[in-house]
Every structure is written in structure tokens, then in C-alpha cells.
């Protein structure tokens, strides 16, 4: 039987490879044996779970079939008539007051891969535990389940369109008759995911004017990853080039993740937008809370929160780390480097809707071009410059690398000299300019991460040559 282990929130596969319906079921199967246990322990009569899928090949069958099983374990169902964001999923297990849900996507990776992600009770990703525990139950127990005719004659599995819910909730968090009156120009380069619509949807009505970039029903995603980074905006920068806008928000594939562009075609970082948001969520809006960023987040964030008296919290990569902190409460906002960003008051999730919804307050609030925003940002705390790299590098190297780098740091970055290093997740080596390095393995791939930031693109490529000698040094 193929063995299959969960990553950051669930399970991705090669659809028709691994990931098949037969090792959909064992999955489900698993998942509903993990949550009947701790339904044991705070009874509800009976439990829901919400089920949604994307654009992918096959995704609403696997949904239906995900239904379908967690009916045949006592379960009632509710089951999104159309492809759906991942966040308004999320939103509907909080809602709801579910015992959890299950996304069936594979985010921004390629066509080619499904996924299976698992949403904890809160409303959020499912912690390393919950997926651990699932894990264990795999193949534990002969799977259950309903027929789907059977299920929906009973109501056990409801069939409905839960976007509304969560459309009505992006408003609420945001200035909405503000954006309304704004006239402003928004361009959605949705890559062919389940965001496309949203924007149209939120805006209908209002004096903005919503251009959706990419929005067609595409499982090839136009042949590009769903992915919110610069080498996936060719079409829409040209497009943007010639038909300008105020703002450009990219979404990934199951829009959870945000990137941008600044309505003329040139690509935002999101480390720009996280440091923009946290601009206008402290200074304009006058909110108060904790900053939560992952390691691998922009160094301006520090220096803006230390100039504005704001305890920073950094931690692990991944959203689910950032997750936990916002479980905990007054947080103004949580981020990390490949686009998930959340905010207090709605999901402990990052919500790529949500978060281009801000932006576009945040441009109706200051009435001012992005690019002067950028500008006054950069005026304040100085420039910032971001790069990445993943190269091969063999697992079974990969913990002397580490140790490696943990006890003989770099005696500089460019000119200034290494002040800290940080090593609960990968090896982060930080300058006194605010400069850093950083590499770090991937959970479940023989690929090393060599992140790097410095005030110059240059200098920042300089770091990334660093990153990669110190690979030679094992």
C-alpha cells in the first residue's frame, strides 16, 4: 500500500500516482476515526465537518467521495456546491461550529498534484499533532460511508455555496463603504484559481472598477504553478503595462496566499505588502496587538515594530506556527514570506482575499499611488532586498550542514558583522545592519531553502552565494 505522510496541513499527491481514490478513502476514513475520538470528549449531536475543493482535476469528485465517508461515520456534511477559497472554508468550520473540515487542493504546486487539507475546529490549519494523530489511524479501521443519493435525501451531506458567508465577513473587516466610494482600479490576477469572481463579487455595485486577469476554469493553470510570484505575472504585467490600474492582488490557487503588483505591471514583493498593511493597521486604523512573523520574513517588520513600541513574535516557517500565535489572541497581524497573511477578528488562517481587500482600503484611505507608499516606507526604514534559492542537498547531510552553520557562523554579512544566530527552524545568520542569511531544509524533499535579505539586490544575490559555499562545507 503507498505510504502516505502528511506535510505542513495535510497530504499532497500525484493525482492518478498516489493520489487516487483509493488512497483518498484510507485518508478520510483516518480523518474520521481521529475526529469521532475527540468528539468522544466534547459531544455535539451530531458533529459537522465542511468539505470544499478547487479547480483541480477531479477536485469535486474527491470532495464528493470525502463526503460521502465521513456521512457513513455519523457525520453531517456540508459539502460547497462550487470550486471555493480555502479561507471560506475555514470560515465555515468556525461558523458552523464543526469539528473540522477538509480542503481538497494542492495550493500553488502543479497541476499534476491534488491535496488533501485538513482544518482544525478553530478554523484554522490542523497542528502538527491533529495531523500526527490522523497519520496513526490510516488503514486502522474498514472505511464507512454513505451513499451519496442516500446522504442527501437525508440531509446528512447539504450541498450549498458558502462564499456569500465569507464575502460578507471580508467586508466586515475591512472600511467597506470607504473602498466603495474610492473609484479605485483593481486588477485580479487570479492564475486561474478559485479566487476568480471574488473581487466582482465583493465590488459589484461600488465605483471600483474590477479587472479579473486569468480567470478561467483552467486545471493546466494556464501552464504555470498557481504560484504568486513574479516568474508566473508575464501576461498580466504586459497587460497592466498597457491598461493601467491603482492595484494589481494576485491570489494563488486556492486563494489563501496574496502577492501583488503595483497596477502598472511591476511585481510587489510580500514582504512590501506585509510592512504596507502594517503600515496602514497601526498608523491609520490605530490598532493595537502583537506582530507575528515567520523567520524567513522582511527585517523592516522588526524595525518598524521596535520604532513603534510593537511586540514582535518571530516564528517557525509555515502558517501554522503563526496560526497558534493568533490562537492566543491580541495579534495585529500575522504574516510569513510566501504570501499567507491573517488578521484578528476573523480566521486564525491567512486569507488572500481578505488581504487584498486591505490593501485596497489602505489605497482608499491615503489617496495616495502605491508607489509613494513604497517610497515613504523606504524613506522611514530603508531599502529592503529580498532573494531565495532551492537547491538539491542530500537528506542524509542535511542535519551536519546544520550544525555545521550553528557553530561556525559567517564573521559578516557583506560589511557588518553577524550579531545572531537563530536555530529553531533551519540556521538564520543576522547582522547588525539588519541583513540576514538563512538556509533551511524542506520537511519532506532532498531541497535546501538559501534565503537572504541586504539593502541592495546585488548584496542580497552576494548573501545567496554565501548560503550556497556554506552547502560545500559537509
Not at 532586498?385 to 542537498?393: C, E, G, V
Request: charged fraction near 20%; proline fraction near 5%; glycine fraction near 10%.
Amino acid at each position: 500500500m503507498t505510504q502516505i505522510k502528511f506535510g505542513t496541513d495535510g497530504w499532497r499527491a500525484v493525482i492518478a500516482e498516489d493520489f487516487t481514490f483509493a488512497n483518498l478513502e484510507r485518508v478520510a476514513q483516518a480523518t474520521a476515526s481521529y475526529w469521532k475520538s475527540a468528539a468522544s470528549s466534547n459531544p455535539t449531536s451530531p458533529p459537522t465537518a465542511v468539505v470544499g475543493y478547487d479547480r483541480r482535476f477531479l477536485s469535486d469528485q474527491f470532495a464528493q467521495r470525502t463526503a460521502e465517508i465521513l456521512a457513513g461515520n455519523g457525520f453531517h456534511v456540508v459539502l460547497t456546491s462550487v470550486p471555493t477559497p480555502t479561507p471560506a472554508v475555514s470560515l465555515a468550520v468556525k461558523e458552523h461550529k464543526a469539528i473540522g473540515g477538509v480542503m481538497i487542493t494542492a495550493s500553488h504546486n502543479p497541476p499534476k498534484f491534488n491535496g488533501f487539507k485538513l482544518k482544525a475546529y478553530y478554523g484554522g490549519s490542523a497542528d502538527p499533532a491533529i495531523c500526527q494523530a490522523v497519520e496513526k489511524r490510516l488503514d486502522s479501521t474498514p472505511t464507512a460511508s454513505m451513499p451519496w443519493e442516500q446522504a442527501r435525501r437525508q440531509k446528512i451531506i447539504v450541498v450549498k455555496d458558502i462564499r456569500p458567508r465569507h464575502y460578507a465577513a471580508v467586508k466586515r473587516r475591512v472600511d467597506f463603504k470607504r473602498i466603495a466610494a474610492s473609484g479605485l482600479r483593481l486588477a485580479h490576477e487570479a492564475m486561474f484559481g478559485v479566487g476568480a469572481g471574488c473581487f466582482d463579487a465583493l465590488l459589484a455595485g461600488t465605483t471600483c472598477k474590477v479587472t479579473t486577469l486569468n480567470g478561467a476554469h483552467d486545471p493546466f493553470f494556464g501552464g504555470i504553478n498557481p504560484e504568486p510570484i513574479p516568474h508566473n505575472y508575464g501576461i498580466s504585467s504586459a497587460y497592466l503595462k498597457k491598461h493601467p490600474h491603482d492595484l494589481c492582488v494576485v491570489t494563488d490557487g486556492d486563494a489563501d496566499r496574496v502577492g501583488g503588483m503595483d497596477g502598472r505591471g511591476n511585481a510587489l514583493s510580500t514582504h512590501q505588502l506585509i510592512c504596507l498593511l502594517l503600515q496602514h493597521l497601526h498608523g491609520n486604523r490605530q490598532l493595537g496587538g502583537r506582530v507575528v512573523k515567520a523567520l524567513t520574513t522582511t527585517s523592516m517588520l522588526d524595525k518598524m515594530c521596535a520604532a513603534k513600541g510593537i511586540e514582535l513574535i518571530e516564528t517557525g516557517v509555515g502558517f501554522k506556527y503563526v496560526c497558534a500565535e493568533m490562537l492566543k489572541g491580541d495579534v495585529l497581524i500575522g504574516a510569513e514570506e510566501s504570501g499567507g497573511i491573517g488578521f484578528p477578528g476573523h480566521i486564525p488562517e491567512r486569507d488572500g482575499i481578505l488581504a487584498g481587500m486591505m490593501l485596497l482600503e489602505m489605497l482608499a484611505w491615503e489617496k495616495k499611488p502605491l508607489t509613494k507608499l513604497l517610497e515613504q516606507l523606504e524613506k522611514t526604514y530603508g531599502p529592503h532586498r529580498y532573494a531565495r534559492i532551492d537547491t538539491r542537498f542530500p537528506l542524509d547531510k542535511r542535519a551536519a550542514l546544520m550544525d555545521f552553520c550553528k557553530n561556525n557562523p559567517p564573521a559578516k554579512l557583506i560589511k557588518s558583522p553577524v550579531t545572531e544566530v537563530k536555530s529553531f527552524d533551519g540556521i538564520k545568520f543576522i547582522a547588525a545592519d539588519g541583513s540576514w542569511l538563512m538556509v533551511r531544509g524542506s520537511g519532506t524533499e532532498p531541497i535546501l531553502r538559501i534565503y537572504a535579505e541586504a539593502s541592495t539586490d546585488a548584496h542580497a544575490a552576494s548573501l545567496l552565494k554565501l548560503g550556497q559555499r556554506l552547502t560545500t562545507q559537509v
